[in-house]
């Protein structure tokens, strides 16, 4: 059965080319007839800060709204995997590189306190 729909996150710090590639990606699959929609959230900051796009892809229809979860959560640094690792569906992918897998929460430089304790909980209630 043919892929109709796939709902994404594309997260990393702020300056890794995530906006570069949501317009390289987007581009792609307009040319070849997709339904393309993304929304881009980040700081008001130039560079490091966690930023992500959320995008939507139809295959039949001009996608009218995000949603969640997503099937997709491509991660250039391992914040992304903690900011949003409860966005992904239960038959969803996370990709990312190897190096991310090993860091703590802790490494994650830019994760506001308030943010950081409420993934500790949800982490220790997984465990």
Do not use: W
């Amino acid at each position: 059965m043919p892929l109709t729909e796939l709902n994404a996150i594309l997260g990393g710090p702020q300056g890794s080319g995530i906006e570069t590639s949501m317009m390289i990606i987007g581009r792609a699959l307009a040319r070849r007839g997709y339904g393309f929609l993304a929304n881009r959230e980040y700081f008001s900051n130039i560079v490091g800060r966690h930023s992500y796009i959320h995008l939507r892809v139809k295959s039949d229809e001009y996608p009218r709204s995000l949603t969640y979860p997503v099937d997709l959560l491509v991660a250039m640094d391992a914040e992304t995997i903690f900011m949003h690792f409860e966005d992904v569906s239960n038959r969803g992918f996370i990709v990312c590189d190897n190096a991310s897998l090993h860091k703590t929460l802790e490494e994650a430089p830019s994760i506001e306190d308030i943010t950081r304790e409420r993934i500790k909980k949800r982490r220790d209630a997984m465990n």
